[in-house]
């Protein structure tokens, strides 16, 4: 049977996953303020701001090499979509909306963070159907859309593999700009990152839980995948 949660246990976990994605050496900002004195024309020493990557997170501003976080991410989305029966609409919108706020920090186009989630969630994806209701966070490219009985279908696949999934419950959303320093300057440059994840197309961060098999009609096509009720699905930021 599957656990379910209230929506004050499901709000608190939000709140605290908050802050936890945050990276407390930069606290979220992805750079470093430093401040140094310099002589300015007529001889005062006048205060001038210069800004640094951030060496602890590489300008993402989360924590995403932290081995436990893809389990953090997936058990946010295990809360948002379990919640009990006394949990109100207006309640679970409301869930979802202070979600996605912890998810669009963390949709970052960066290797070690699809690195990170795949060395999580691959071992239940690979066997999809064995792991009905396990709770998973996962980069992945994007395939057709479409509709059946009603419902929206997204196909996508897994970063790493070669197979489909069906997604359903969450369309995909654009990613939120990460904050910037108002100039550039600072040991080390403010362009520099940690590599990304290359592609021709674009990727997105699917959150969810996996629901068994599942088969859609659409086009006179017949498409059988495992099926991920999706939490949020959001475009990675650079």
């Known amino acids: 049977m599957t656990k ?25 900002n992805g750079f470093i303020t430093n401040y140094t004195y310099q002589t300015d024309t007529s001889g005062r020493k006048v205060k001038v701001e210069t800004f640094e990557v951030c060496e602890d997170c590489g300008d993402t501003g989360v924590t995403i090499s932290k081995m436990s ?31 996605q706020e912890v998810f ?29 209701n396990e709770p998973v966070t996962f980069i992945a ?25 069906l997604t359903y419950g969450a369309d995909v959303r654009g990613a939120v700009a990460q904050p910037q320093p108002p100039q550039q300057g600072g040991r080390g440059g403010w362009r520099r990152q940690l590599p990304t994840v290359t592609s021709s197309g674009s990727y ?26 999706a939490a949020d699905i959001v475009t990675l930021r650079k």
């Open 4 to 28: 379910t949660y209230t929506f004050s246990e499901s709000q608190s976990i939000i709140f605290n996953d908050k802050k936890v994605v945050e990276c407390t050496l930069c606290k979220g």
């Open 69 to 99: 976080l893809p389990m953090l991410i997936s058990l946010l989305a295990d809360r948002v979509l379990n919640t009990d029966i006394k949990t109100t609409d207006e309640e679970k919108i409301k869930l979802k909306i202070e979600a």
């Open 104 to 132: 669009s920090k963390v949709a970052v186009n960066r290797k070690v963070w699809a690195d990170n989630l795949s060395s999580f969630s691959g071992k239940f994806l690979s066997e999809a159907e064995k792991n009905c």
């Open 141 to 165: 490219s994007l395939g057709s859309t479409m509709k059946f009985e009603n419902i929206s279908y997204q196909l996508v696949k897994p970063y790493g593999t070669e197979k489909w999934f």
């Open 204 to 229: 997105v961060m699917v959150t969810g839980i996996i629901r068994g098999m599942g088969t859609v009609e659409s086009g006179g096509k017949i498409y059988s995948a495992p099926m991920i009720e």
